[in-house]
């Protein structure tokens, strides 16, 4: 069965440019999260998809990021203008198991990695 | 206060030693616990869920208290392979929510 796919692996770019980050969960899962995680930190909870539903996007700086899951499957994030401090991983989980009261194992990508200048 | 807490470390043991990382949660609500594993520049993989009290696989044992609000991880006979990063997560609103991660090397 094939993983979280995540591209680009690594995005080099100075600040006030844009970036977009692509996700495609494993297949058959309706839930989807983006998660940041900077150096040293875990990851940190930016905004979570129900097929092509917002769940919670509390966590997620609205001013200059930005994502969508249009057809339920696959998801785009994007920063625009990003800033030094979105230098971090962009880690992209997915999972088939929600129940009232708990979820179950998340899968996740092996992320992208953005450095900013 | 944050949902999740964790001791970020090191922990730095022997070989063959025994450790245990604690974690706490805030969320009272919260069902579902979970130790991932995070080696450098690696991502997330699950080690254990904890939906009731405990759960033992092998050398690791993860216990759950919850009128402490607490979770805990025990490794037993530390292998070299262990040395990584071990995030505790708990659900909140079908959401997972990450502590800081605690470091674990074991040294020859």
Known sequence: ?117 | RKEVEQDPGPFNVPEGATVAFNCTYSNSASQSFFWYRQDCRKEPKLLMSVYSSGNEDGRFTAQLNRASQYISLLIRDSKLSDSATYLCGGDSSYKLIFGSGTRLLVRP
């Open chain 1, 1 to 117: 069965e094939a993983g979280v796919a995540q591209s680009p692996r690594y995005k080099i770019i100075e600040k006030r440019q844009s970036v977009a980050f692509w996700c495609n969960p494993i297949s058959g899962h309706a839930t989807l999260y983006w998660y940041q995680q900077i150096l040293g930190q875990g990851p940190k909870l930016l905004i979570q998809f129900q097929n092509n539903g917002v769940v919670d996007d509390s966590q997620l700086p609205k001013d200059r990021f930005s994502a969508e899951r249009l057809k339920g499957v696959d998801s785009t994030l994007k920063i625009q203008p990003a800033k030094l401090e979105d230098s971090a991983v962009y880690l992209c989980a997915s999972t088939s198991s929600l129940w009232t009261g708990g979820i179950g194992e998340l899968f996740f990508g092996e992320g992208s990695r953005l450095t900013v200048l």
